[in-house]
């Protein structure tokens, strides 16, 4: 069965300083897609960032980008320029794409705080 | 264009008392997905419909919840009766599948919906 551990319970950055989000994930399937989701406390989960498996390039949104390491089964997310409006829950997720129909498998979060 | 619509975002009850939750996907999307989240914990999945057809529903507790997606479009999920543990958030994710294909549209969350059991 596929799993998602984050280990990092909570992290601190401070504001237009560099953080990155640890994750690793447990696979046998070949292809599959990767995500990062933000979740503020509104409560709506928002994709950040996603990765294909297929592609050796990591993926790349503005101030958000991935080290993708599909060998080592780890998917980190690195937040350039920290700003106040990035402090959320930050959830890393696995989708499942053959069979389970493109199920959503998620990590337990990392809840990120920005000091100004 | 409205995003993925839930109520109520809040609801308190007493243990075994019933409670419904109500979802309005992203209008075309024919994938509707209901997850659970615990406090501190990622979503987890309780049920997948594809259109009005419940596809996977394996993670769903069958003794005291249940859900339908009339219509293939709004859908409900129900807990009779509510146990203290229920206390979580439910939320109603959209998307929009071909079938026969693999599944790779974006997911798009509601707000959710909190319960508080007491």
């Known amino acids: 069965a596929q799993t998602v551990t984050q280990s990092q319970p909570e992290m601190s950055v401070q504001e237009a300083e560099t953080v990155t989000l640890s994750c690793t994930y447990d696979?046998?399937?070949?292809?599959?897609?990767l995500f990062w989701y933000k979740q503020p406390p509104s409560r709506q989960m928002i994709l950040v960032i996603r990765?294909?498996?297929?592609?050796?390039q990591n993926a790349t949104e503005n101030r958000f980008s991935v080290n993708f390491q599909k060998a080592a089964k780890s998917f980190s997310l690195k937040i350039s320029d920290s700003q106040l409006g990035d402090a959320a829950m930050y959830f890393c997720?696995?989708?499942?794409?053959?069979?389970?129909?493109?199920?959503?498998?998620f990590g337990q979060g990392t809840e990120l705080s920005v000091k100004p | 264009e409205a995003g993925v619509v839930q109520s109520p975002r809040y609801k308190i009850i007493e243990k075994k008392q019933p409670v419904a939750f109500w979802c309005n996907p992203i209008?075309?999307?024919?994938?509707l997905y209901w997850y659970l989240q615990n406090l501190g914990q990622g979503p987890e999945l309780l049920i997948r419909?594809?259109?009005?057809?419940?596809?996977?529903d394996s993670q769903l507790p069958k003794d005291r919840f249940s859900a339908e997606r009339l219509k293939g479009v709004d859908s409900t999920l129900k807990i009779q009766p509510a146990e203290l543990g229920d206390s979580a958030v439910y939320l109603c994710?959209?998307?929009?599948?071909?079938?026969?294909?693999?599944?790779?549209?974006?997911?798009?969350f509601g707000e959710g919906s909190r319960l508080t059991v007491l």
């Open positions: 994710a959209s998307s929009f599948h071909i079938p026969g294909q693999v599944n790779t549209g974006e997911l798009f």
């Open positions: 696979t046998s399937e070949s292809d599959y897609y």
């Open positions: 990765q294909e498996a297929y592609k050796q």
């Open positions: 997720a696995y989708r499942i794409l053959y069979n389970q129909g493109g199920k959503l498998i």
């Open positions: 209008s075309g999307h024919n994938t």
């Open positions: 419909y594809e259109n009005e057809e419940a596809v996977d």
